[in-house]
């Protein structure tokens, strides 16, 4: 019966091995510097805005992340309003119509664009636009 001698080939096994450690940490190291685990923070610009064709007043409610209307208030028209928000924040914009005549229509741009616009003419009395923002 003749012994085999494995020393040789756990070295082997055991040199594959730190290889395969250095080749992954580098690796990670690589993807670390170019940021790939790094989550950036996207942003909004915000405006609002409301127009009421008759009587030049509106009731309002708001939200643009962190900030509100804190209730129903009362406005004159147009109404506008700026914020900036983080992506993936809740934004709305709710307005009537006091006046009972006219039309009444709100507006939300995200960075400069159209993002939802509503408008409707008495006897319709109220509209809401509302939506998240994108995370990109």
Not at 27 to 46: D, E, K, N, P
Request: proline fraction near 4%.
């Amino acid at each position: 019966m003749s012994q085999k001698n494995t020393k040789p080939e756990s070295n082997v096994n055991l040199w594959q091995f730190v290889l395969l450690l250095v080749i992954l940490a580098g690796l990670v190291f690589v993807a670390l510097q170019m940021g790939l685990f790094t989550r950036t923070t996207i942003s909004h610009s915000i405006h609002m805005e409301v127009s009421a064709s008759a009587g030049g007043y509106a009731i309002i409610t708001y939200q643009a992340g962190k900030s509100d209307s804190g209730g129903t208030i009362t406005v004159t028209t147009p109404w506008r309003k700026n914020f900036t928000v983080p992506g993936g924040s809740q934004i709305y914009l709710t307005a009537g119509n006091p006046a009972q005549t006219g039309s009444i229509s709100c507006l939300i741009e995200v960075d400069g664009q159209e993002w939802k616009y509503e408008k409707v003419t008495y006897p319709k009395e109220a509209v809401a636009c509302a939506g998240i923002t994108p995370n990109r």
